[in-house]
């Protein structure tokens, strides 16, 4: 172990004395080589596997989403890939994941986890073409006001792995929406609708004669897939069919 490294244990094993880490997921206390969740929940971990496959429920869902969306004569829309690290239910301790990395500032956790996924899409052929991960973007008020964006900070993470670019400039909020916690999935849609626009910079990739064939979308959290539908929207006003909209998220909320 190099210097860094001791220091950080050191640091750990420190801070462990005034606040003691516990898992996210069950709340036990870590031993000193634990990080973020403990040998039980990270063995129990519920991985998806869904990057190892092009069909699968999220994708499904989320192609639905899709072709709800699509006005009439645009009927080419490519089936679009999806995949999450984890799938809870509800209820489940794993959804306390996500949750610190949203409301408890856990930058930390954000990035363990968006690392882990990313290492789980370098390993599938289906993601081995990526050309930049495209975070959801925050309203600016609100990340002004947490400070950062939970999506690009798993985003970030996640292109680290990949060794590909994050784009944070060609997506855009246009306007605050309400929380979607309360809403149902008809809610969704429509408080996200048109609630996003692509740049002028996502129009110069093209007037620069660049190319790109597979573009990520990221979020935290898939639940029904309106968010991401409405970023998708927004991306195929700018991006043919020809380039691949694939959308990627840490949990995935299954029904109970
Ligand atoms: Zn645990």
């Given at each position: 172990m190099d210097m860094k490294g001791t220091l950080k244990t050191g640091l750990a094993g420190m801070m462990d004395m005034f606040l003691p880490r516990v898992c996210i997921v069950c709340g036990c206390r870590l031993l000193?080589?634990?990080?973020?969740?403990?040998l039980g929940c990270h063995m129990d971990?519920?991985?998806?596997?869904?990057?190892?496959?092009?069909?699968n429920p999220m994708a499904d869902k989320f192609n639905e989403v899709i072709q709800d969306g699509i006005e009439a004569?645009?009927?080419?829309e490519p089936y679009a890939y999806a995949a999450a690290l984890f799938l809870y239910h509800s209820?489940?301790?794993?959804?306390?994941i996500p949750y610190q990395i949203k409301y408890h500032g856990n930058i930390k956790a954000g990035e363990h986890f968006g690392s882990m996924l990313g290492k789980k899409l370098a390993v599938s052929p289906l993601w081995s073409d990526i050309d930049m991960i495209i975070p959801v973007p925050l309203h600016w008020t609100r990340q002004w006001k947490r400070g950062y964006n939970q999506a690009e900070v798993i985003a970030r993470a996640a292109a680290e792995a990949l060794g590909v670019p994050v784009r944070t400039d060609i997506l855009m909020r246009k306007r605050r929406t309400k929380?979607?916690?309360?809403?149902d999935i008809k809610e969704k849609a429509q408080n996200v609708a048109g609630a996003f626009a692509v740049t002028e910079d996502a129009r110069a990739i093209f007037r620069n004669g660049g190319t790109v064939r597979h573009i990520v979308l990221l979020d935290d959290v898939f639940t029904t897939g309106s968010t991401l539908g409405a970023c998708f929207a927004a991306l195929r006003e700018v991006f043919p069919p020809s380039v691949r909209i694939s959308v990627v998220t840490l949990g995935y909320v299954g029904g109970a």
């Open positions: 000193r080589h634990e990080r973020h969740l403990c971990m519920p991985l998806t596997r869904f990057w190892e496959r092009s069909h004569g645009r009927t080419h209820e489940a301790g794993y959804r306390h929380t979607q916690i309360k809403l």
